[in-house]
C-alpha cells in the first residue's frame, strides 16, 4: 500500500497570493500533499471576524479563517515569516508589513491545537539572510519530508523557475503597457462596450491579497469590466517604471509592497493615459496609511487624473458598494465626454482657420 503523504495546509491569503508558485511546487516535488483553504466567502470571514483579534487590518482577520478552514484537515501549517526578500541592489533594506512576521506566533500563542506550522524566519533586510540563508531554510523544512538531498535541490530549482514564471506572465513590460494605454490589447477581462463606445481606462491599485481575492475586492473588477472599465491592476505594471518613479522620492518607501501601489498612481499621474486611479485601502491598515496618504497628496498637485480610494473591512456592504461604483462610472463616462466633445471643437477651429 502507498505510504499516505504528509499534508501541508496553506492558507489562501496575504503572501500566498504573491509566492503561491514557489510555496507548492516545492512542497509538491519534495513529496508533500499541499492543501490550500478554499476561497475567502461569507462564512470564513465570519469565522474570522469572531476569532481575530479586533485591532487586526481586515486581511489579516481573514487569515485566521483560511487557517481555520485548513486545521483538522492537514499535519502541518506553513505560515512563513516573511519580513523581505529583495536580492536586487538598494532593495534589500526593504520591508514588508510586520504583521506577516508576528502572524504565526500569533496563530500559535491563540490557538495551541493547531498543527505544527513550519515558520521559517526570512529577511534581506538582516545581514546574514541572503541566498545561503534561503537555501538552508529550504533543505531543513525539505528534511521533514524527505531524507533525500537531491530530491530537495530539485525542488528548490523548480519552485525558484515556477514563481519567476509567474513574475513573468502577471508583469507587463513598457511595450505591452503602452499598447494598453492605446487599447490595442486587454489585459484582463474584455470590456462590456456597447457599440461605439470607448472603453474607460482605471488602474486599480492595492495588495496582491487584495486584488486578488474577489471576495475581499468585493468583486470590484467584475463591476467594473460589465460596465465597460478595461482596467490594469498595479501587480501587472512594469517593475522598471514602479523603480523609476520610486526614484523621484525624497526618501525611500522602505515598505516593499507599498513602492508597487505608490509608483502606479506616480505613473498614471505623470502619464495621463487612464481616465481614473481606484485605491483600494485596507481598513486599519499600517503601510496603507502611509501609501494611502502619500497617493491622494500627489493626486491634489495633480488633479487631472482622479483618485478615488475605497477602504475596505469586514463591515463593507456589496449594495453600498454598487452605488458608489455606478457613479463612479457615470462621473467617468461624463468626464470622458466633455473631454471628447472639447477635443472635437478644437479639432474644428484648427480646421476653420486653415
Ligand atoms: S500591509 Fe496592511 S493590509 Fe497587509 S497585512 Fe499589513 S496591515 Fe494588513
Request: charged share 25%; aromatic share 10%.
Amino acid at each position: 500500500m502507498a505510504s499516505q503523504k504528509i499534508r501541508v495546509g496553506i492558507p489562501r491569503a496575504l503572501l500566498y497570493y504573491k509566492f503561491f508558485p514557489m510555496w507548492t511546487t516545492f512542497f509538491e516535488e519534495i513529496g508533500a500533499k499541499v492543501i490550500v483553504s478554499p476561497k475567502t466567502n461569507k462564512i470564513l470571514k465570519d469565522v474570522a471576524v469572531s476569532i481575530a483579534p479586533d485591532e487586526d487590518c481586515y486581511s489579516t482577520k481573514l487569515y485566521f479563517g483560511h487557517v481555520m478552514a485548513l486545521k483538522d484537515k492537514v499535519d502541518y501549517l506553513f505560515i512563513p515569516r516573511f519580513s523581505s526578500g529583495g536580492f536586487g541592489k538598494g532593495h534589500e533594506k526593504n520591508v514588508s508589513c510586520p504583521k506577516f512576521i508576528g502572524l504565526a506566533e500569533v496563530l500559535r500563542s491563540v490557538f495551541p491545537d493547531l498543527p505544527e506550522i513550519i515558520m521559517p524566519y526570512f529577511s534581506t533586510a538582516k545581514n546574514n539572510h541572503g541566498k545561503m540563508k534561503f537555501l538552508k531554510y529550504c533543505f531543513s523544512i525539505g528534511s521533514k519530508f524527505t531524507k533525500n538531498p537531491f530530491k530537495i535541490r530539485t525542488a528548490i530549482k523548480k519552485a525558484l523557475r515556477n514563481q519567476k514564471e509567474h513574475y513573468q506572465h502577471i508583469q507587463i513590460n513598457v511595450d505591452e503597457l503602452k499598447k494598453w494605454e492605446r487599447s490595442e490589447i486587454v489585459l484582463n477581462e474584455t470590456p462590456n462596450l456597447e457599440e461605439g463606445d470607448a472603453p474607460l481606462k482605471v488602474a486599480i491599485i492595492g495588495h496582491s491579497y487584495v486584488l486578488n481575492d474577489p471576495y475581499q475586492s468585493i468583486g470590484i473588477m467584475n463591476k467594473l469590466t460589465i460596465h465597460g472599465v478595461d482596467y490594469i491592476t498595479s501587480e501587472q505594471m512594469p517593475r522598471q517604471l514602479i523603480e523609476r518613479q520610486m526614484d523621484y522620492l525624497e526618501s525611500n518607501m522602505y515598505f516593499e509592497y507599498e513602492r508597487e501601489i505608490i509608483g502606479t498612481v506616480m505613473h498614471f499621474l505623470e502619464s495621463k493615459t487612464i481616465d481614473r486611479i481606484l485605491h483600494l485601502i485596507i481598513f486599519s491598515c499600517g503601510p496603507d496609511s502611509i501609501g494611502g496618504e502619500l497617493a491622494s497628496r500627489f493626486s491634489r498637485r495633480k488633479p487631472e487624473i482622479p483618485l478615488l480610494q475605497l477602504v475596505i473591512d469586514e463591515h463593507t456592504g456589496t449594495a453600498g458598494t454598487n452605488t458608489r461604483i455606478e457613479a463612479f462610472i457615470d462621473m467617468l463616462r461624463r468626464r470622458k465626454n466633455i473631454k471628447e466633445k472639447e477635443e472635437k471643437i478644437k479639432i474644428r477651429r484648427k480646421i476653420e482657420c486653415l
